[in-house]
């Protein structure tokens, strides 16, 4: 497993100087994601983990240095939806076990605080192991996700900043509001 996130890490290291977290450069950094969770020794090393990256119970990330590039594992229960949020960065989620209903929500204002915020869903699809999907650049890196099919979905995320230490916004359609959110409150 140590060799497979070194490997991973380098060759994330490698696009970034290439490309940056351009569309190209996170589309190939996805790409490095799906081999990275289909990687036997990865597959190999799964933990069961407790509660989900909302609650605040998770293991410390794989990876992560002053750049603020960070590799944590996930799981997402199928008891209920995560809130609407985003992370401020950048991210690469990659299933590896279960399956994942996995929402793409954009905001549609100018702003990227919390406030008055307004967001839409624009699609939602069921990720499988070995699917991957982007997160883009804030302010439009908002999403939800859920276990499906009553059973918890594990996976990799690749934040290009340190997503554990950034205050999240947890967004409320319905009223209109974003509010602000530090890692492992609710
Ligand atoms: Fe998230």
Redesign the pocket.
Known sequence: MDDAVHDFIGDVKRILAEDGPSESGLDRIAARMRAFVRHPDVLAAHEELKGN??TGRQSAPLYTDETGLTLVR?RFGPEAM?PI???GSW?V?GVYRGRDRYQVWRRLDAGDQPGAARVELVEERIMGPGDVAV?PPPPQ?V???QGADGEAAYEF?LFGKN?MVLP?LYFDPAHGTAREVMPGQR
């Open positions: 990256v909302h996930g995560t949020h985003n992370h991210g989620v997160l890196d999403h939800a996700q995320v997503a999240r």
